[in-house]
């Protein structure tokens, strides 16, 4: 089940536009590799969301910049994580889905609350504890 197109932003009520990310991250959109990308932005308190590359299809839902940073930090823990257990990505999201008693299709970092991204560095930290035992 895809991801509803943002129109109106959870944060503020504004209005979501989809923007090129160079309107963004101007000259640097090139050396983070979203030269050509689009992504969703709140027009009033810059609240955004990006897109699955070459599409219009969110990654997740619209986060505030205190979020996105979470989600940053979530995803580098967690694929550190799995890529240090020999795992591929698809295991990996199978075995967080599980940890996590969400449905495969629901667990997405980039769909994910602050509580829930914490919890998944949490389980990160317990299983590399476990592995380091």
């Given at each position: ?35 050509g990308e689009m992504l969703y932005q709140c027009q009033n308190c ?9 599409t219009t299809r969110p990654l997740g839902n619209v986060a505030n ?18 890529r240090s257990w020999h795992m591929s990505r698809t295991q990996a ?41």
């Open positions: 089940m895809p991801l509803k197109t943002p129109t109106v932003c959870r944060y503020c009520g504004g209005v979501i536009r989809l923007v090129p990310a160079e309107s963004i991250y101007g000259k640097s959109a090139k050396k983070l590799g979203m030269a810059n609240a955004r969301v990006g897109c699955h590359k070459g910049e205190v979020l996105r940073l979470k989600r940053m930090e979530t995803h580098a823990v967690f694929d550190d994580a799995w999201y199978k075995w967080l889905s599980q940890q996590m008693r969400l449905p495969l299709k629901k667990t997405h970092i980039g769909g994910f609350e602050m509580e829930q991204c914490q919890r998944v560095i949490e389980l990160c930290a317990r299983e590399n504890e476990k592995g380091a035992a």
